[in-house]
């Protein structure tokens, strides 16, 4: 069956018909076009020991990246070499990539969590010319492995130490990015031309971008995106009407994720201003004071900020409990009407206007009071989650996407009886979905890989002759062109009693219900029942111990307690109460602490590596079945 979106949707298709042939000519049209307007903000520390905004135009940020790329070129890069990137989301990042983006290279992508060992990996496999490492420990990294990664010419730091030739045996290997600026410069002085004519050599087929996928099995295969791709994904959205020039997007997630990279593409499509933070226990902070129109997050953002403004609510008593509880009746109801196509009218349009002065926009405030939408991607969003945010009048828009399909394969479109909570949209304009005989949705389009860098057997795995990509995921199409995601085809495990279970389903069911979890893992492959392995939110629950006599005791102790215990058991009990009689949880155990992308239970960017998990808590699923 495949997926088509109603007939009415309005699509400037000529938007996609005249994409740029390349990142680097949609760069500089965007310059050409928006040059004095703000590009990108971040923030700096200011004298007082607060923080400041400070601001780049597009003519300003074409000079560093122009300055950087024309470095790269003098350090030996040429069309289509590999280029690294390990750092966190900051504004060098960016510049760095526009740089590999003009000088005609592709960038590899490094998670700056990733461990020394997978870091060489990836920089060995891909090939990689120059890496730019953001700090000390990143550069340590690659020290450590130099021996394996003999094709790496230079190392660019943003915040780390320079070599001085010479000193303890060090070889200027590892330049600042001052330094390459300045090479760049003189490059630019002898060479006048020599980025005009990299840009006009870039093709639509060439590569822009080698993607390592976060493994959540297995070590991870580089995906080859060309400029094409990516450029389609940023025209494709932009021809819908998403968004437009006066936006300004919150940019806080990992560059090295697909989902950060396509929203790194729309504001070169779009023109609007991007905010660059990648610092996570920051983002309610900087909502405030940057005050977006839009961000992208993954669900667990979401799941986060629920909880806690929830936690907030019931702790209030008496008349002010009473009004809040009416308010969110209210915004419940016109929630219902919009996502059903409706508007509210009459004594409800007038109730609502009360609940929203009263109560709804103070909550949004508390995401600097002008955000048009969210969008959540990257693993699925509960669709009471979502529900409750629509209530106070903050929009959770869901998508789907792979790495292997340049991110923005569908999208819930953020209009009036344009969405549908727990479904992932329609298709973009120009890409197909359909789903084979068992349920697996393949995808067609510009926006899908070239193939597997050096694996040409795992690309023909995915891969059809004909262009269809094999997602991996099982989903459905109902019969308004909405796509849903049901779970990871590898994921579905059987009971000993031959009954399927689809756990992803299951566990963002009750992070809807819970608002302590953190993470919950369903089991039972082979087992004659489900159980359940959980964590508890630091944050949630210890605000929860303070009012349950557990006040001042260590996270492990809380949540080993017979009171945590017997609140999770309430909340298994709500869950089992809306599952079919095989897939409820018979059994569980809470964790005494919560799983990290540091200790690799989770993928960089938050999705959880359950093989990983079942491996390391043998012992633990063990004591379920006895």
């Not at 009004?323 to 009218?345: F, H, M, N, P, T």
């Not at 945590?564 to 095989?582: E, P």
Request: glycine content about 10%; aromatic content about 8%.
């Amino acid at each position: 069956m495949g997926a088509q979106a109603v007939s009415d949707e309005v699509v400037r298709r000529d938007v996609i018909d005249s994409r740029a042939r390349s990142i680097a000519h949609l760069f500089r049209q965007r310059v050409a076009a928006s040059g004095s307007r703000e590009a990108f903000q971040y923030l700096v520390p200011d004298t007082d020991g607060s923080e400041r905004v400070e601001r780049l135009t597009w003519d300003q940020t074409r000079e560093c990246a122009d300055a950087w790329a024309a470095g790269l070129i003098a350090l030996g890069v040429g069309l289509e070499d590999r280029v690294a990137i390990a750092s966190t989301t900051r504004l060098e990042w960016v510049l760095a990539d526009l740089a590999i983006m003009t000088a005609g290279a592709a960038t590899t992508t490094i998670y700056p969590t990733m461990l020394d060992a997978d870091v060489a990996f990836i920089v060995a496999d891909s090939g990689s010319r120059v890496v730019f490492a953001e700090n000390a420990d990143q550069v340590q990294k690659l020290r450590d492995h130099r021996a394996q990664i003999p094709d790496v010419l230079k190392v660019v730091t943003f915040d780390g130490s320079p070599d001085e030739t010479g000193a303890d045996g060090l070889d200027g290997w590892v330049i600042t990015g001052d330094r390459l600026a300045e090479l760049g410069r003189q490059r630019l002085e002898d060479e006048p031309a020599v980025l005009d004519e990299r840009v006009e050599a870039l093709t639509p087929e060439h590569l822009a971008v080698i993607m390592y996928t976060s493994g959540t099995t297995g070590r991870p295969k580089g995906v080859l995106i060309t400029h094409d791709a990516l450029v389609y994904e940023g025209a494709g959205v932009d021809s819908v009407s998403l968004l437009n020039e006066d936006d300004l997007q919150f940019l806080w997630l990992p560059l090295s994720h697909v989902f950060g990279k396509i929203l790194l593409i729309l504001p070169l499509q779009i023109g609007f201003c991007t905010a660059v933070d990648g610092r996570i226990d920051k983002i309610v902070d900087n909502l405030a004071v940057l005050k977006p129109t839009f961000m992208g997050a993954a669900p667990r953002i979401f799941e986060k900020a629920y909880a806690r403004i929830g936690m907030m609510f019931e702790h209030e008593t008496g008349v002010k409990k009473m009004l809040i509880d009416w308010a969110l009746g209210v915004g419940a109801q016109v929630a219902s009407l919009r996502e059903k196509g409706d508007q509210s009218s009459g004594l409800l349009a007038v109730q609502h206007a009360l609940a929203d002065r009263l109560v709804l926009s103070k909550v949004r405030e508390r995401f600097g009071g002008r955000v048009k939408f969210f969008i959540s991607g990257s693993a699925a969003l509960n669709p009471e989650v979502a529900r409750w945010f629509s209530s106070v009048g903050l929009l959770i828009i869901e998508g789907y996407g792979l790495t292997e399909t340049s991110a923005a394969t569908c999208v819930n479109r953020p209009r009036v009886g344009r969405y549908v909570f727990g479904t992932v949209g329609w298709p973009l304009p120009g890409t197909q979905v359909r789903t084979a005989e068992d349920g697996e949705l393949l995808v067609k389009g510009p926006g899908v890989m070239r193939g597997y860098h050096n694996r040409s057997d795992a690309t023909a795995e995915v891969l059809t002759e004909d262009g269809w990509f094999h997602t991996g995921d099982i989903g459905s199409v109902d019969d308004r062109g909405f796509v849903k995601i049901t779970d990871r085809k590898k994921d579905l495990f059987k009971t000993s009693g031959g009954k399927y279970i689809a756990p992803a389903t299951i566990e963002t069911t009750f992070k809807g219900i819970c608002p302590y979890v953190s993470q919950f893992v369903v089991i039972g492959d082979g087992r004659n029942y489900a159980s359940a392995l959980i964590t508890l939110d630091a944050d949630a629950v210890t605000q929860w111990a303070s009012g349950n006599g557990l006040g001042g005791k260590e996270y492990a102790q809380i949540v080993t307690s017979d009171e945590a215990r017997a609140m999770v058991q309430g909340f298994i009990d709500q869950l089992n109460a809306g599952l079919n009689r095989w897939e409820t949880i018979k059994r569980f155990t809470v964790l005494e602490r919560d799983l990290t992308v540091d200790q690799g239970e989770l993928t960089p960017s938050l999705k959880l590596r359950r093989k990983m998990v079942v491996e390391r808590y043998g012992r633990e699923i063990d004591a379920l079945y006895h």
